[in-house]
Each structure stands twice: as C-alpha cells, then as structure tokens.
C-alpha cells in the first residue's frame, strides 16, 4: 500500500496486542516472518517490544525489507516525553529506526506538541513515518488546522459492526491519503459472532476459506491496512491466505450491514477530547515550512 508521503507499507501484517512478552510473543513474530510477513505492529502499551525485536533479529531478514511500528504510550505524551519513551522503544527493540511511530490515541492530550516530537525524530532519522491511532476527525483536524504534517495511518477498531458509526471518519482519511490500518478485525475473536449468519453465509460461498478469511478479504476489498494477531502458527498461515479469492459487491453489502456491540475494546474515537498543548514552541522544520 502506498502512503502519501511517498513510501508503502505491507497491506498484511502481524499484530501483536495481548500477546505475552516473551515466548509467546518471540514466537509469533518468529513464525509470522518465517510465513512471510513482513509488517509488524507493537506498542508501548503491549509491553513487548523487546520480544518482537529478539524475534526481528534471530530471523535473520534484511532490516530494510521489513515495516516494523510501534505506539506511543497514552502518559507519555508531550514534546519532552515523547521524544525519550521513543528513543527507549527504539533501544528495546535492539533497533535504530522505526518504519512508523503512532501516537496509540488521543488520550493524554497534548496533541500537537506530541506530534511535533515524533516530526523531530523523524527529521533525525529515527523514524520513517508518523501516524496516529484512535483518532477521530476532530483530532486530525486539529493537525490540518495548525498546518501540521498528515500522519501516514490511522490505526482504528474495524470490522463490520462498526462500519457504519465509522464511515464518515474512513471517508476523510480517504480524503487526505490517510490509510486506515483495522484492528479487531476478527471480532475479538469471539465464537458467536465469527458463528453469525451474516459470514457463514458468506464462507459458505468459498470452499476450503474460514470465517476469519472472509472478515479479512472482506477489510482487505475495502482498502484497509490489516494486523490479525494470533499466537497459533496454522492461524498465522490462515490469515495471510485471503488472496487467491474474492467476495462478491452482494457478499460485501451483506458483510456490511451486520448488527452488533463488538464491546472488546476502548473508543477514544468516540471520547476523547482535542488538547493541543504547546501549539508554537516546539515547531519542527517541517511544520515551519508549512507555515
């Protein structure tokens, strides 16, 4: 997938929320590239960056062929902390760059004076790209408002059940070359609702492909970054076999209008308000050439 500012970004990669650290997560990031993958996203929050940075350095493959990201911390906002918990997950992962840095949501405010941070590092090479997470229209307006680069992505609760409530949020990343990178695309992975009629009906159509394939062929049709995780190597395998087939427009329509709470994970979308912060102090030199 290509992003607006001018490199591309693996339309499958590996998530890794929830997953242990340690073995857990060593493992399913080992696996992950052994299959093919070549995308993985952590955050601080996970608290297993250094497990996905073992896992990136016994596999042996070239640095430069993988997109590796990481999230930062909601109490770790602003100019000062961001530009120290950054460089610490950095040296965690036993790297010296990230290919993307989000900002994992608009919780802990301070908005521009934290994405001035990460425009900084990424002037100083530290990271490729910047993006955010979680984020609503109002809070990438505020960025477009004060003349502020676009983040690359925005990394969003994404599934069919909440399709609609997104549209609108999906239709102006669209607008502004933002990629829309979905989480939760697997419904949490709760049985009953992988189970519903509205995707068994779809898997019924497509022999040999399982309910998760469909939910991820169904994001990948509309145009959304993936990061399935899974700790099991046959469900690693499973989620990045969605290419030799495709649903129908009727298939997908049907797919988009399931009814539901997903109810598994936080809505800074929704809630969080816009807090700038330190708004002229900390300019970088990309945000002063836009000014």
Not at 44 to 59: F, H, L, P, R, T
Not at 85 to 109: A, Q, R, W
Request: charged letters at 25%.
């Amino acid at each position: 997938m290509h992003l607006h500012e001018g490199s591309s970004i693996p339309g499958l990669g590996l998530g890794v929320y929830m997953s242990s650290p340690g073995p857990e997560t060593y493992n399913s990031v080992k696996w992950a590239l052994e299959l093919g993958y070549r995308m993985v996203d952590t955050a601080q929050m996970y608290q297993n960056e250094a497990s996905v940075g073992e896992a990136i350095k016994d596999s042996g493959i070239p640095r430069e062929e993988l997109w590796i990201q990481s999230k930062l911390t909601t109490d770790a906002h602003g100019y000062d902390a961001t530009i120290r918990t950054v460089k610490e997950s950095i040296e965690k992962m036993g790297l010296t760059y990230l290919d993307s840095f989000l900002v994992h949501s608009p919780f802990g405010g301070k908005l521009i004076e934290t994405w001035d941070a990460l425009l900084k590092l990424k002037e100083e090479g530290l990271l490729r790209t910047v993006g955010v997470s979680n984020y609503d229209i109002r809070h990438i307006q505020a960025l477009v408002d004060h003349k502020r680069e676009l983040p690359v992505t925005n990394q969003i609760e994404m599934h069919p059940m909440i399709l609609a409530e997104r549209t609108q949020l999906i239709d102006y990343c669209k607008s502004k070359g933002v990629i829309v990178q979905a989480y939760g695309s697997l419904f949490f992975g709760k049985t009953e609702l992988l189970a519903d009629k509205h995707v068994t009906d779809v898997v019924a159509n497509h022999p040999g492909k399982t309910a998760a394939q469909v939910l991820l062929r169904w994001g990948w049709q509309k145009g959304f970054q993936l990061i399935p995780k899974s700790v099991k190597k046959h469900r690693l395998e499973e989620n990045m076999n969605i290419f030799d087939f495709a649903l129908t427009p009727e298939e997908v329509q049907s797919l988009d209008g399931m009814q539901g709470v997903l109810g598994a994970y936080w809505n800074p979308v929704k809630d969080a308000p816009v807090d700038l912060g330190e708004t002229s102090k900390y300019r970088s030199k990309s945000a002063m050439q836009e000014l």
